[in-house]
């Protein structure tokens, strides 16, 4: 297991963590069976957490991906999936002035005009972009029976593009 991956992840935990708070998670559900009509859970379990990697990072998606269930373990991200979102290496040629996303493997030159001198727009992202959140359905409830996910966006993590 590669120690940075290892580290950034612990990190990306902390953060979703830190931006969850309490608030997220209060339940309301009563302990008797039948008897209490203010019977409504409030829990919200986090479905996925997205994060963006760029192509130039240095991440390894998928070491990342297996230090995630490790990570979370005993905290309330556990279970939630990690998705992995590539974001690639985006050029703006010196030479030509096109604005471009380089495809991998990677090869610094543009691709339209083949110059070799180029300023980097993106690609060295690492951002928790977003937490997926679900409320569980209330079989109390009329309706709508399903939730739909909401989510809280844009963390950056101190990674600067
Ligand atoms: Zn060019």
Known sequence: MAMHELSLCQALVETALEALGDACFETVTCSETVACSETVARLQTVETLVVEIG????VEPQALAFCFPIVTQG???EGASLQIER????IRCAVCGAEEALPLPLRFRCPRCGGAAATMLAGREI???SIVLRVPEEPN??????HP???IDNFPLGGKP
């Open 141 to 146: 409830v009329e309706a709508p029976t399903t």
């Open 127 to 129: 951002q928790l972009r």
């Open 75 to 77: 905290t309330r991200l």
């Open 87 to 90: 974001v690639p290496v985006r």
């Open 55 to 58: 192509d130039l990072a240095g």
């Open 149 to 151: 996910p909401s989510v």
